[in-house]
Structure formats: C-alpha cells, structure tokens
C-alpha cells in the first residue's frame, strides 16, 4: 500500500542547497558539504537554480503506471557493449555507511528498517518498490487505472507540465525531514539514478517527492523497465531493489530520458572507478 507522493502546494518545506561530499560518511554523521567540488558534465544534464519544493497529498502510500506508449522492457541477461553489470555496482557500495538519521519504512504501518546510506559519490538504499503513477494522466496512468492518481509531480517539465510516469524512468525521494534532507547530499530534482534489480539496470531521474517517513517508489517506466509487474493497484516488487543516486548530478531537462541513460551509464562506469 502505498501513500501519495507530496504536493508544493501543502508541503511548507524548502529544500537546502546541493553539496558534495569529499570523504566516506561516518554511521549516522551527516557530512559538510564541499560545494567547489568539480562533477563531470555530460550532454543533456544540468544545473537548476532555485530550491526545488516537494508536494504533499491527503492518502495513502502509492506507486502508480501509465503512458500512452509502454517504455522497452529489459530482456535478463541483455546487456550492451561497455554497460555496467548489476552485480558491479552492487559491489562497490560494499556495507552501509549510515547518513540519515533515522530509518524509514517502506509501507505506511510497518516498522522503520532502512537506512540511506553514503559513499564520496553517490547515495543508496535498499527497499521495495512501490508503483508511482502520478503526473500526466495516460491511458495507463489515470483515475480509473489508479484510484489514488495525482495529476501533479514534485517537479515539472520544461514545457511546465508534470512528468509522465509511464514513459519516464524516474525515482520518489522522501520529503526533507529530520531523518534525512536530500538536497544537503546533493539530491534533487533531475538527479541521476541507477535502479537495481534481479541482475537488471535501469537509469532513471528523481522525479518526485513522497512521505517524510516512507522510501521505496518508483514510476511505472522504471518498474517495466526491470521487469516488475508495473500494476499501480498492486504491482511493484517487495524487496531487494537498490537506488542509487549519484551526488550533485542533473539532467536538464527532467524529461530527457535519452540523456538520462546516457548520464546513467556514465556516472555508473566512473562510480566503479573513483574510490
């Protein structure tokens, strides 16, 4: 079950600035933010100005599906020339360095068990993954395929609208708390991301903002595009998923998911790289 995602209008939250981060994050020791750090640029990815509100809704948790054209599903065992394999990434994160303070649940009623963890350049944890179907409704993402459909996402377009959950990968943070502030770890809007599961890869953009208390949501291109059932009355995965968000990085603009994948699986390969 999951909770809506939240809306600018009822969160009162402004989110910090983005930093980077120069040395391993100690257990449950946030860490300074180094902002003269240098990050690669690649093509379609960018810096955004401004802070980035999150949004709240009335509800329960949810993950939702839809768009008019079904995103390509991953085939197991595809991998292109030069891609990085899921087990290498998984690899590098090696054991959880704490940098929330707390943990989160994954559903609303359970116990609070995951952590998010830190490295130099790139955050993660380990979750379920709920279907997130809000924004542009769809024949796949609208009030009748989702009984708890949002016509609005944290962040927006270039052309102002929402984002589209069924044909674009992206990932829901939860809203800036005392637990965690995403943006002081250099976590927004446009972030790129690299969703893991059963042996798949799928890069993605954070794309919105959901519970304070509650992690593990993604939209319905994402969960097609590892291969879960992308159903947002029912379907995602119960666990063993693994987000990773690389610091500091932005596609621009949001919805370009070509230079996402491109970033993606640039970011990946010098992630296993860089110590």
Request: proline share 16%; with cysteine; aromatic share 0%.
């Given at each position: 079950m999951r909770v809506p995602s939240l809306t600018p209008a009822l969160a009162g939250v402004v989110l910090l600035a983005p930093a980077a981060l120069h040395a391993p994050v100690a257990p449950h020791t946030p860490v300074a933010a180094?902002?003269?750090r240098d990050r690669p640029v690649v093509r379609g990815e960018g810096a955004g100005a401004g802070a980035d509100?999150?949004?709240?809704?009335p509800g329960a948790r949810r993950k939702g599906a839809g768009a008019d054209a079904d995103p390509p599903r991953q085939r197991p065992g595809a991998r292109r020339k030069g891609a990085v394999a899921a087990a290498d990434l998984l690899g590098r994160l090696g054991a959880c360095h704490q940098i929330s303070h707390g943990r989160y649940r994954t559903d609303a009623g359970r116990?609070?068990?995951?952590?998010?963890?830190?490295?130099?350049n790139a955050v993660f944890w380990k979750a379920d993954l709920d279907i997130d179907c809000d924004g542009r409704s769809t024949a796949r993402c609208n009030h009748h395929t989702d009984p708890q459909f949002a016509t609005m996402t944290t962040y927006q377009q270039s052309d102002g609208r929402s984002l589209n959950a069924a044909t674009l990968p992206y990932i829901v943070v939860p809203a800036p708390s005392r637990i965690w502030n995403p943006r002081a770890y250099g976590v927004r809007g446009g972030s790129v991301a690299a969703v893991v599961y059963r042996g798949r890869v799928q890069y993605a953009v954070v794309g919105d903002t959901g519970p304070r208390d509650l992690i593990g949501e993604a939209s319905y291109a994402t969960a097609r595009g590892l291969g879960i059932r992308a159903d947002p009355d029912g379907g995602g995965a119960p666990s063993g998923v693994t987000y990773i968000v690389f610091r500091n990085s932005r596609?621009?603009?949001i919805e370009d998911r070509a230079?996402?994948?491109?970033?993606?699986?640039?970011?990946?390969?010098l992630f296993l790289t860089n110590r």
């Open positions: 180094d902002p003269h509100p999150p949004r709240e809704r116990r609070a068990t995951v952590p998010v963890c830190g490295t130099r596609v621009h603009p230079a996402a994948a491109a970033a993606g699986a640039r970011l990946a390969r």
